[in-house]
């Protein structure tokens, strides 16, 4: 594959995203399984951290896939899954930056 192709450039990145948005989707149906509540309360806890993941992982692939040159691996992965469940810090810190602070 050549220097131009996206999928060459975004494939590990890309890959990593999506498995650590899923990971992530799972440890959200973990913990909203264990709250307290009926169906309806469990549900929308779940979908609320579904939104948030889903949310997050576009998030973080949109601010750090440029800056991602190591290859594929499962630490790479675990960093995603953070950054995916703290990316408004990530936000926070993007926005200082371009302010000049």
């Known amino acids: 594959m050549g220097e131009d192709d ?6 590990p990145p890309l890959a990593g995203v999506i498995i650590a948005a899923v990971l992530s989707i799972l440890a ?11 169906y309806q309360q469990r549900a929308l806890v779940y979908a609320g951290f579904v939104l948030w993941v889903i949310l997050g992982a ?3 692939f949109m601010l750090a896939h440029q800056g991602e040159a ?5 630490a790479r ?14 936000v926070l810190l993007r926005r200082r930056r371009s302010d000049g602070g």
């Not at 996206?6 to 494939?11: F, N």
């Not at 959200?28 to 009926?38: E, I, Y």
Request: aromatic share 18%; charged share 10%; net charge neutral.
């Open 6 to 11: 996206p999928l060459a450039r975004y494939g």
């Open 58 to 60: 576009a998030v973080v």
């Open 28 to 38: 959200a149906a973990l913990v909203a399984g264990q709250v307290d509540g009926d």
């Open 77 to 90: 992965v675990l960093l995603w899954a953070a950054s995916i469940w703290f990316w408004p810090l990530f």
């Open 70 to 74: 190591g290859r594929f691996s499962i």
